[in-house]
């Protein structure tokens, strides 16, 4: 008779792939993609070696796990801004301003999962986790240009070219520090969210009221 594991059985594993997943999290945010190492991320989660290569056979998977986890986290929240907003143009404003803050809020991971040395094979999920983000921005970039509040423009191209100032002016080498001081962040997300709707096109952004304060997320929410 094959064997059928439990409802119990599922739980703890699934609780263990998420811890997994987890102290990865932890070690690339403390110390880059090169503190995930498969033997610290299993004294982190509290288990032996051996259990993490069971659910991750490889380094490389468990680093790729953990950008699709980034991925998925990231493209739901501003998603999630974007639907809250009253109209097309807001909910762009809303979806940039909230990617801009979450980066900020944890910009040595991010910078961890889009750029830091590691193997050829993760690239593969790294350009994935731009493509996800492009593809939320550029939907957002169409739905404003097809209610007329855009110029006409490439929304695919539009999208990547902020993807890529975003990364860049938020967590990149060139990126000012905000020390996650408050204001500091507050000013650098509406620097961002700014420049980027004037570059798509809308040039009375602020005075539209479009560049709004947005807190921080709570670390329990990243």
Not at 9 to 25: E, N, P, S
Not at 163 to 188: F, H, M, W
Request: no cysteine; net charge positive; proline share 5%.
């Amino acid at each position: 008779m094959p064997y059928r594991r439990t409802a119990q059985v599922v739980r703890k594993q699934a609780a263990r792939h998420q811890a997994i997943l987890a102290a990865a999290r932890s070690a690339a945010t403390e110390g880059g993609m090169a503190a995930v190492q498969v033997a610290a991320v299993a004294e982190r989660a509290g288990i032996a070696t051996g259990t993490v290569y069971r659910y991750f056979p490889s380094k490389t998977e468990l680093i790729t796990a953990l950008i699709g986890i980034m991925a998925e986290r990231e493209v739901a929240a501003i998603a999630k801004a974007g639907k809250a907003a009253p109209g097309p143009v807001s909910a762009l404003a809303a979806s940039i301003a909230t990617f801009a803050a979450r980066s900020l809020r944890q910009r040595r991971l991010v910078w961890a999962i889009i750029a830091d040395p590691a193997e050829a094979d993760v690239e593969a999920a790294r350009i994935a986790f731009r493509r996800a983000l492009a593809d939320e921005f550029q939907a957002r970039i169409a739905a404003a240009m097809q209610a007329g509040h855009l110029p006409a423009q490439d929304p695919r191209v539009a999208a990547s070219a902020l993807v890529g100032a975003l990364l860049e002016g938020l967590v990149g080498p060139l990126a000012p520090e905000t020390n996650n001081d408050p204001v500091q962040t507050r000013d650098a997300v509406q620097a961002l969210t700014l420049l980027s709707l004037r570059a798509l096109g809308v040039i009375d952004a602020r005075a539209r009221g479009l560049v709004v304060q947005i807190a921080l997320p709570a670390a329990g929410d990243l």
